[in-house]
């Protein structure tokens, strides 16, 4: 059995400590929005009672930036499915940036124009406040009140 068949998803509660950026270039150009903060956190037990290795955290990260980010491929979308497949027609924003900040990986989104973008502009711009929450594989490890992710294969935040 490969490593990937032995992973469970791993579905994060979503973190709600985030800043929303509008940067405008001139009043002919639409505005563009960021929703920036922490996405990912490693070393202390998270909502879900998980905790993630900061090694392999750092080595995920940047395969992620490597593999996704740069080549503007790291979607994420509005709903947080239990799917391991990101759909581009539910996509809402794509990850612009992660870096580390100690144990805490601080990313930044740009907000897109899709259908589902738009409605993630619409909610922010009436004051709703959004969360962001990865999506993964991993295996869990129970630890006492915990679970230690082993293998962590970050695959969105949405």
Do not use: W
């Amino acid at each position: 059995m490969s490593d990937i068949t032995t992973r469970k998803l791993l579905v994060d509660e979503p973190s709600f400590d985030l800043q929303y950026v509008v940067e405008e270039k001139n009043n002919k150009e639409p505005s563009t929005l960021y929703i920036q903060g922490p996405f990912l956190m490693s070393e202390q037990k998270n909502k879900n009672g998980r905790v993630y290795s900061l090694n392999e955290m750092v080595q995920e990260v940047g395969r992620y930036t490597r593999d996704m980010i740069k080549e503007n491929r790291s979607l994420g979308e509005l709903n947080h499915p239990t799917s391991v497949e990101v759909d581009p027609e539910r996509a809402c924003h794509m990850i612009t940036e992660l870096t580390q900040d100690g144990n805490v990986f601080v990313g930044k989104s740009k907000v897109l124009s899709t259908p589902m973008g738009q409605i993630v502009r619409s909610l922010i711009m009436d004051n709703v406040k959004l969360g962001i929450s990865s999506r993964a594989l991993g295996k869990l490890l129970p630890s006492g009140d915990l679970h230690q992710v082993q293998g962590f294969h970050l695959i969105c935040c949405d």
